[in-house]
Every structure is written in C-alpha cells, then in structure tokens.
C-alpha cells in the first residue's frame, strides 16, 4: 500500500497540473473571447456613430439645399419684381415723353394755324397797306437760336 500511496501521489499530482492547465487554458480562452466580444463591440458602436453622424450630416445638407433654394427663389422673385418695376418706369417715362412731344407738335401747329390766320386778312382791308407793312408786322419769330460767327484772322 505505501507503494500505492507513492504511486497515487504523482498521478494525483499529474491530475492536479492536468486540471490547473486546462483551467489556465480555458481562463485565456474566455479572456481572448471576452476582449474579441468587445473589438466587436467597440467595431459595431464606430458603426452606429458613423451611421448617425452620416444621417445627421445627410439632413444638414437637405436642409443647406433646400435653404439655398428658397434664398435663390427670394433673390429671383425681388428681381422679378424690381425687373417689373424699370419696365413700368420706362414704360411711363415713354408714354410721358410722348405726350410731351405731342403736346409740343400741336402748339407749334397751333402757332403755326395762328400766323397763317394773320397773314388770311381779307382783301379790303389790305387796299390801303403795303407790303413792307405786313412783312414788319406780322414777321414770325423763329424758334431755333441763330448764331453769328465770325473768323478773324491774324
């Protein structure tokens, strides 16, 4: 039996170093899972970072665009009406210099209808006037500025 005892001692110590390695081994197996489940952890939380950040960065370009759309519409619609606007201006300013033209055309029409009424005396009365008479009388003034220039050389 001492030999038994002897002989036991080392198997139970073979055991006891058996059951130590694989406890060892499988302490390091969990540990390499555990720190693999967070690489994959960590992997899928970048994931979902980057998934929100590029939705949040996909809605502030929606609404940059949009924004940008509705100041384009703003600056082409005060364009369109400032446009409306210098063409009714220009479109007045014609119509107004027109009428100033015409009123002018039938003044000088006018005078013109008024001079020639002096010039329509009836003929009794011109038996006892001359000519030179009527020509100092009734002279029709001129409207265009007369210049006089004179060269004189040196």
């Given at each position: 039996m001492g030999s038994k005892c002897c002989k036991g001692g080392p198997d139970e110590d073979a055991v006891e170093r058996q059951r130590q390695r694989k406890?060892?081994?499988a302490q390091l197996h969990h540990r390499k899972?555990?720190?693999?489940?967070?690489?994959?952890q960590?992997?899928?939380?970048?994931?979902?970072?980057?998934r929100t950040l590029l939705v949040a960065a996909l809605r502030a370009?929606?609404?940059?665009?949009?924004?940008?759309?509705?100041?384009?519409r703003r600056i082409h619609q005060r364009q369109q009406a400032l446009l409306r606007v210098y063409v009714i201006q220009e479109q007045a300013v014609v119509k107004l210099q027109s009428c100033?033209?015409?009123?002018?055309?039938?003044?000088?029409?006018?005078?013109?209808?008024?001079s020639l009424r002096l010039f329509q005396v009836p003929e009794s009365s011109l038996a006892f006037q001359t000519d030179s008479f009527l020509q100092v009388q009734y002279a029709?003034?001129?409207?265009?500025?007369?210049?006089h220039i004179e060269i004189l050389s040196i």
């Open positions: 406890l060892l081994l899972r555990v720190k693999a489940a967070g690489k994959i960590a992997w899928w939380r970048g994931v979902l970072v980057r370009w929606m609404i940059q665009c949009w924004w940008r759309t509705l100041v384009q100033i033209r015409m009123w002018q055309c039938r003044q000088c029409y006018r005078q013109m209808c008024n029709i003034p001129s409207k265009q500025p007369e210049f």
